[in-house]
């Protein structure tokens, strides 16, 4: 893809991150609906400070210098926002390249894949749950992060060769590429306390 064919498939992608507000349930308390609307909040800022991101890279040097920017900057950039909000955030997938989802996780993944599969378009595909662990009560949030054109450059099934080199010198294990036009890439991941 040429590098400057990026910026208008990189703003569809983000812009299908863009969350509207879920509607607030009549049984959840007031800390889990201010829960939870931090949790939106935190998603918005972290997809479009990593456009961002992505964006400047692509313009200054294509494919090669946007993958350090998600080695890197991606968890500098959701260790800003989770600190901003009193919250922990971070991308996870079915097929993982850095994060590995933890069981809940992996069992949302695939409740999004049967949503996927029934027809629910994948920006609309959204979770959220209030549990207790270890004594204390959190919400957990996860929204689907869907597979634009330009994802494919490095986790298609046609990924060139010196781009997917240098993915595997940063991420021995990946597992995240063969992806099509239209899937689940994954799904950002927030856990917020109520406590």
């Known amino acids: 893809m040429p590098i400057n064919s990026f910026r208008p498939v990189v703003l569809s992608v983000f812009a299908a991150l863009a969350l509207s507000p879920l509607a607030v349930q009549a049984d959840m308390s007031e800390s889990e609906q201010a829960a939870l609307q931090k949790s939106q909040a935190a998603i918005k800022e972290y997809a479009t400070t990593l456009k961002a991101a992505l964006q400047t890279a692509m313009k200054a040097g294509g494919p090669m210098a946007a993958i350090p920017v998600c080695h890197t900057q991606a968890p500098q950039i959701a260790a800003q ?12 997938s079915l097929k993982p390249r850095a994060i ?81 036009l239209g899937d689940i890439r994954g799904a950002f991941s927030v856990t917020a306390s109520l406590n």
């Not at 926002?81 to 996870?92: A, P």
């Not at 959204?126 to 490095?154: F, S, Y």
């Open 81 to 92: 926002v989770g600190k901003k909000y009193d919250l922990e955030i971070h991308r996870t």
């Open 100 to 180: 590995a989802p933890q069981p809940w996780e992996k069992t949302v993944l695939e409740q999004f894949e049967a949503e996927k599969k029934a027809g629910k378009p994948i920006g609309k595909i959204v979770w959220h749950q209030t549990v207790e662990v270890d004594g204390q009560n959190e919400l957990r949030l996860m929204k689907a992060i869907p597979t634009g054109e330009v994802c494919l450059t490095c986790h298609g099934t046609n990924v060139a060769p010196a781009v997917l080199s240098k993915i595997k010198s940063l991420y021995p294990k990946d597992e995240a590429t063969g992806y099509k």
